[in-house]
């Protein structure tokens, strides 16, 4: 069973930067794409980015394209977002996912279902 565990998560003025890591244990990530996601208070879950298992391809939501990275290290069993130039409206509970797309490694999509799920790591963005 694949455990997933989001760290980083802290309050941040705007315009600033964090970034998120998220670890894996119990199962190696090296085939799984890994999903981040955030749910605002009121708002339902949202998925923002994504990652395909060998790392080559990324993709990202309109509302975070040019400001988020998603990278990853299968080495340390991890995967980070990176986030810069914070807005109020990140505000958010962030999680992140992780889901095998067999035979397409280079596969990942944004939102949708995914098999494993982090407990999440709130950010705050706040003057």
């Known amino acids: 069973q694949l455990h997933l565990v989001e760290y980083g998560g802290s309050s941040v003025q705007p315009g600033g930067s964090l970034r998120l890591s998220c670890v894996g244990s119990?199962?190696?990530?090296?085939?799984?794409?890994i999903g981040w996601f955030r749910q605002a208070p009121g708002k339902e879950r949202e998925g923002i980015a994504c990652?395909?298992?060998?790392?080559?391809?990324?993709n990202y939501a309109d509302s975070v394209k040019g400001r988020f990275v998603v990278s990853r290290d299968n080495i340390k069993n991890t995967a980070y977002l990176q986030m810069n130039n914070l807005k109020p409206q990140d505000t958010a509970i962030y999680y992140c996912?992780?889901?095998?797309?067999?035979?397409?490694?280079?596969?990942?999509?944004?939102?949708?279902?995914?098999?494993?799920w982090g407990q999440g790591t709130q950010v705050t963005v706040s003057s």
């Open positions: 119990g199962y190696a990530l090296d085939y799984q794409a």
């Open positions: 996912a992780a889901k095998e797309y067999y035979g397409a490694n280079d596969y990942c999509a944004v939102g949708g279902e995914y098999a494993f």
């Open positions: 990652i395909s298992s060998n790392g080559v391809r990324t």
